[in-house]
């Protein structure tokens, strides 16, 4: 049995205080958005209590499917970089990013550069190799811990103003297939995280992942035991096919929000307890959410899924 935790956009805060010049461009729109809207259901102690729930249910794993933070303001990314610490040392948490974290072109190594021990991935067929990722070119990385390959793909990259589109690309599709296809061969249970839902939607262009189909091929053609996002703030739980049958895809509400509002969820995070059954696996989910009081975290659902291979 492995346990892996799952939480998203967690858009740590506060937000620090820009300077004039770093509003220019796109940030100024989500400055405005972060300070009259966004503030008021993700500025809070939630993410506290997270971490105070996480030391009680104790995963061997955590997973943090991006929008780690929220306009790319250089201070944001050391300020989440503490806040990573504190969940947990980096060979037991894994991170990737989303939109929000590449709001604006960034320096690497000033930018999601700082998170890349939270990002290590090793080559094929030498799990003990890890090191962390340089740039965009070395996702998606690869990590494995217990029966689990860790599959981290970014489709965070700048994108025009009022936008919150995601791209793959390519090079990433093409190296995501390979991967997959030798996990699988090596039995693996293979956890894709994304930021991104998978599907298509009616605002696709604008908030969407816009390599999703092909992402979707991938999937179809190599396969894989679990699909991990965030983006919406929202639960979800769809499926898609795979060679052996289907993958869930689940998606989970913003680590961070205080309360339901607009459809999208309360925090909450799921907790997967994996094991091999048969042939195939067992999973089962836990659900956990933020009290009213938001101080502290509570089983809110649980439910099984039973994966072929
Ligand atoms: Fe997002």
Redesign the pocket.
């Known amino acids: 049995m492995y346990t892996l935790a799952h939480l998203s956009?967690p858009h740590v805060s506060p937000l620090p205080r820009p300077r004039a010049a770093e509003l220019a461009g796109k940030r100024v729109t989500g400055y405005l958005s972060w300070t009259f809207r966004r503030n008021a259901i993700h500025g809070g102690p939630v993410l506290d209590s997270l971490s105070a729930d996480l030391q009680e249910t104790a995963p061997d794993h955590i997973v943090v499917t991006?929008?780690i933070i929220n306009i790319s303001l250089p201070d944001e990314y050391t300020q989440a970089q503490t806040w990573l610490r504190g969940l947990g040392p980096p060979d037991r948490v894994t991170a990737i990013p989303?939109?929000?974290d590449a709001y604006v072109p960034m320096d690497w190594q000033n930018s999601i550069g700082l998170w890349a021990d939270y990002m290590t991935g090793a080559p094929p067929g030498d799990a003990a190799q890890e090191r962390p990722v340089r740039s965009d070119d070395d996702f998606p990385f690869v990590r494995v811990r217990g029966p689990l390959a860790l599959v981290g793909v970014s489709t965070a990259c700048p994108m025009p103003p009022f936008s919150?589109a995601g791209r793959i690309g390519e090079r990433q599709l093409g190296e995501l297939q390979r991967r997959l296809q030798d996990l699988g061969r090596d039995g693996m249970f293979r956890v894709v995280l994304i930021?991104?839902p998978p599907f298509d939607g009616p605002a696709q262009r604008r908030k969407g992942l816009h390599d999703s189909a092909a992402f979707r091929a991938v999937v179809a053609e190599a396969g894989a035991e679990l699909v991990l996002h965030?983006?919406t703030h929202r639960s979800g739980l769809a499926k898609l096919p795979t060679p052996d049958g289907f993958a869930p895809v689940i998606g989970v509400p913003s680590a961070s929000a205080k309360y339901a509002h607009d459809g999208r969820g309360h925090g909450q995070y799921h907790l997967y307890r994996i094991a091999r059954d048969g042939n195939g696996w067992r999973i089962d989910v836990e659900v956990r959410g933020v009290v009213p009081t938001l101080d502290s975290f509570v089983r809110e659902g649980q439910f099984s899924l039973a994966i072929p291979q």
């Open positions: 956009d991006g929008d989303g939109n929000h919150a930021h991104h965030g983006h």
